[in-house]
């Protein structure tokens, strides 16, 4: 294998001439370029110079090593510098995906001091719920995915949707899951009951969700449609659900209209102006946890690692 010292070596004998004078400009002995040259000349599997007295010429495979000398160390010196600039985040990207209230909450603060500290790293987001977005982190479409997951209104642990192969969310419970994701928690995002202004128990200080039992409601996302139905059947009831969006604005606008009820996060509450819409703590207390996730690999590239300490930091505000 031939290794880019030796061809550093090889380049400055061309240039200067002589081992002697290629020792003097590359700062070492001259028995040192002889031993060099030696093992480059092995590695190639043919004589690359021709020594005459005190002349010393290239041959044939000599010139033609010399000449993809040059491309070669250019390539690696632009590599090395691309590769400092990144480590030392002056350079590089980092690609986040992440669920609608967390792109109105928890991503603007982040990303905005993420661009300001570094304005040479390129920032992009890109929404998509879960499990999509845990998907596009597993394929390679994004560097740090942000997403949720409910734990089981049954008790039988953390779900993140209806299907039993996906039980634990596609993540596991410690810092890496069974995928070898790194999980970072984020927040712990409690769900709030959402009622026309003039619904009788608009006004309460809480309620129990079983209270809303008699209610057409409204649902979200087919994951937090799942997750509704299964508290209301722990509560006892199963919910009549008349409507269906992912759109939180929505949801509000059309409880608001009093043509239901919805459990909404918390999160979601600050992004979304609530007109003709009142929210309600409601027991049991309903949460969901916040998390963002990215390869073992990834976390270790230090523009990815100042991404979720941002994010984190976003959480605690």
Same mark, same amino acid.
């Given at each position: ?10 380049? !400055? ?8 004078? @290629? =020792?003097? #400009? ?9 031993? &060099?040259?030696?093992?480059?000349? &092995? ?11 005190? /002349?010393?010429?290239?041959? #044939? ?10 491309? $070669? ?6 590599? /090395?510098?691309?590769? =400092? =600039? ?16 967390? %792109? ?11 661009? @300001? ?5 390129? *920032? ?19 560097? *740090?995915?942000? !997403? ?17 192969? &996906? ?41 129990? *969700?079983? #209270?809303?039992?008699? /209610?057409?409601? $409204? ?11 299964? *508290?209301?059947? %722990? @509560? ?33 509450? /600050? %992004? ?16 969901? #946890? ?22 984190? =930091?976003? @959480?605690?505000?």
């Amino acid at each position: 294998m031939i290794e880019a010292r030796h061809l550093r070596v090889l380049r !400055a004998v061309a240039t200067t001439g002589s081992f002697s004078a @290629a =020792a003097r #400009e590359l700062g070492c002995t001259q028995p040192a370029v002889s031993q &060099q040259m030696k093992a480059l000349e &092995q590695s190639a599997g043919t004589p690359l110079l021709v020594r005459t007295g005190r /002349e010393t010429r290239l041959t #044939e495979a000599g010139r033609a090593l010399v000449r993809h000398a040059a491309g $070669i160390l250019a390539g690696l010196t632009a590599a /090395e510098e691309e590769i =400092a =600039a990144i480590a030392g985040l002056r350079a590089g990207r980092v690609r986040l995906v992440s669920f609608p209230s967390g %792109s109105s909450t928890l991503v603007p603060t982040a990303l905005a001091g993420m661009r @300001a500290a570094h304005p040479g790293i390129q *920032i992009s987001l890109e929404e998509a719920e879960p499990p999509r977005s845990v998907e596009m982190l597993r394929a390679g479409d994004c560097e *740090i995915a942000l !997403a949720f997951r409910y734990p089981d209104a049954r008790g039988s642990g953390p779900v993140a949707g209806g299907d039993a192969a &996906q039980a634990d969310g596609g993540w596991g419970d410690g810092r890496c899951g069974k995928d070898d994701l790194v999980v970072r928690p984020l927040l712990t995002d409690r769900l709030v009951g959402v009622v026309p202004e003039g619904h009788p128990l608009a006004g309460a200080e809480r309620i129990r *969700i079983d #209270e809303l039992a008699g /209610e057409p409601w $409204i649902a979200g996302c087919p994951r937090c449609r799942r997750h509704l139905v299964d *508290i209301c059947e %722990s @509560a006892g009831f199963t919910p009549r659900i008349d409507f269906a969006t992912d759109d939180y604005p929505a949801v509000f606008g059309l409880v608001g209209a009093g043509l239901g009820v919805a459990v909404m996060p918390e999160l979601a509450v /600050e %992004s979304v102006r609530h007109r003709g819409a009142r929210t309600v703590p409601v027991e049991p207390a309903v949460e969901r #946890e916040v998390v963002a996730l990215t390869l073992p690999d990834l976390a270790r590239v230090p523009a990815v690692a100042e991404m979720l300490d941002r994010l984190a =930091a976003a @959480a605690r505000r």
